[in-house]
């Protein structure tokens, strides 16, 4: 079974950076657009930021300007840097992919996510 496995989290004062990395392995044949959500407390999983296979980037309106996402193909990695980080950016942070996978000798798409990792900003 692939897996997501984040890591980079932390705790950074306001205005400070942090960057966050996510890795997949397993049976991977071949992996689409890969994500950024994050979930504070007491409020629903948002995006944050995707790209796709080919590079191309869509952030929410609330993180244009000082995340960006990025991803290595041959690595199987999505990377998040975040810079200029405000206390509203704190929450757990969640790598996502659609991964198509070989399982069993036959092959199919599944949804993964990571398990998760915090950051925390605050003075």
Known sequence: QVQLVE???????????????????????DIGDMAWYRQAPGKQRELVASVTRSGRTNYADSVKGRFTISRD??????????????????????????????VGGRSGVYDRWGQGTQVTVSS
Do not use: F, H, W
Request: hydrophobic share 35%.
């Open 7 to 29: 890591s980079g989290g932390g705790l950074v004062q306001p205005g400070g950076s942090l960057r966050l990395s996510c890795a997949a392995s397993g049976s991977i044949v």
């Open 73 to 102: 193909n041959a690595k199987n990695t999505v990377s998040l840097q975040m810079n200029s980080l405000k206390t509203e950016d704190t929450a757990v942070y969640y790598c996502n992919a659609g991964i198509l996978e070989m």
